[in-house]
């Protein structure tokens, strides 16, 4: 008899337990709108510690992330488009020698700049990309262009830049990519990897011999407009000391930058190989749409957990249908910053 009361009481909890979690979960599908535009964008994540810099470095990061994203958010304000904003935005970005992006980027093995980018709308799922980029200015406007002005989705090195000269976009001389901080971190890598040939650890020899502790400054943006239109779009150098043509998850797309009207947008930055393999950007869509996760759940999930799992390390920004927004990285910081309908301004580099 006792058994049978402890057997009912126990199904009578369990059915309790259920209904909540169907509540939460069905109230988080109903969710009202939290902003009605919105911006959010990374700068790259990466063993970035306090104690390694400058008040100087990091006001000049604060002020160039600030900078950047009140160009974008005065956009969205106006009723400009996300698409017109996340392209602004990263151009600056791209212009700043601080970000491992346009101007900034880092070297490859060979002592050139091989620039990647992306850009995608939620509203038609309509993408852009270009790989191996070494004269253009701006990587995100071809990507965007390459979207707009031709049949493909994806263009690479040479061609990408036969495109970008018919389409009038700025080419410059590739010693424009050149600064002497990228350049002197190339030597650095590959004189400690000198020293580690010896040793079998094949990934030490095409990259940093201590990539754990790199840094990522890829540059990323998402934006949702008045119109409700989600856009994404991510700009990149890729890693110091790439060989071979090597292409990161940056320009594609799934990966780097992902953009659907009826979940979220999403632009990584981080170990690339990693990225690729676990398809971040789109997986963060997909379990919104497919298992009506919360964009903060999502994110968690494939960066906290099925990331970390494979070894891989870095973060994203992304941001939902209903204007909420979502920083997560696994690494010890992540130049970022975001800024709502109110106009309040949030930027950040190290984890708390
Ligand atoms: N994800 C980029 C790549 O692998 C690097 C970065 O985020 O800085 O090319």
């Known amino acids: 008899m006792k058994n049978t009361i402890y057997l009912i009481l126990t199904f009578f909890i369990f059915i309790g ?31 970035i510690l306090k104690k390694n810099m400058t008040d100087e470095k990091e006001k000049a990061y604060q002020q160039k992330l600030t900078e950047a994203i009140k160009i974008g958010h005065t956009i969205l304000k106006n009723g400009g488009t996300s698409q017109e904003a996340v392209i602004k935005t990263i151009q600056v970005m791209e212009e700043s020698p601080l ?19 992306s850009f995608m709308v939620g509203k038609t799922l309509n993408a852009g990309a270009v790989a191996g980029v070494t004269n253009v200015k701006s990587p995100i406007e071809l990507a965007v262009k390459v ?4 049949d493909h989705v994806m263009l ?11 389409k009038g976009l700025e080419i410059v001389d590739p010693t424009y990519f050149y600064t ?4 002197q971190s190339l030597q650095r890598i590959k004189n400690r990897n000198k020293t580690q040939l010896d040793h079998d650890d094949k990934k030490a020899a ?33 890693m110091t000391n790439k060989r071979w043509g090597r292409i990161g998850d940056a ?17 990584s930055t981080g170990w690339g190989e990693y990225f690729i393999r676990s398809q971040v950007a789109y997986d963060i869509s997909a379990q919104m749409e497919y298992q009506q996760k919360s964009l903060k759940e999502a994110t968690a999930d494939v960066i906290q957990n099925k990331l970390t799992k494979l070894g891989g390390t870095g973060g994203v ?36």
């Open 317 to 352: 920004v992304a941001l939902d249908k209903n204007g909420n927004m979502a920083f997560e990285f696994n690494t010890a910081g992540m130049y970022r910053a975001s800024m709502n309908d109110k106009g309040d301004l949030v930027v950040k580099i190290y984890k708390e």
């Open 147 to 150: 979207m707009t002005d031709s």
């Open 99 to 117: 970000f491992n992006a346009g101007k900034g980027a880092v070297f490859t093995h060979e002592e050139t700049n091989e620039l990647d980018a």
């Open 180 to 183: 002497e901080k990228r350049f």
């Open 206 to 238: 095409f990259y940093d011999a201590d990539i754990k502790n790199a840094k990522f400054g890829t540059v990323g943006c998402v934006a949702l407009d008045k119109n409700g239109n989600i856009a994404a779009g991510t700009s990149t150098g890729g």
């Open 17 to 47: 337990c259920k209904s909540e979690t169907a509540t939460n979960t069905s109230s988080e599908k109903t969710a009202t709108q939290t902003n009605n535009f919105a911006i959010i964008i990374h700068g790259g994540a990466g063993t």
């Open 251 to 267: 320009p594609i797309i799934g990966s780097g930058t992902y953009a659907n009207n009826k979940t979220c947008g999403v632009s």
């Open 156 to 166: 690479s090195g040479k061609g990408a830049s036969i495109f970008a000269k018919e």
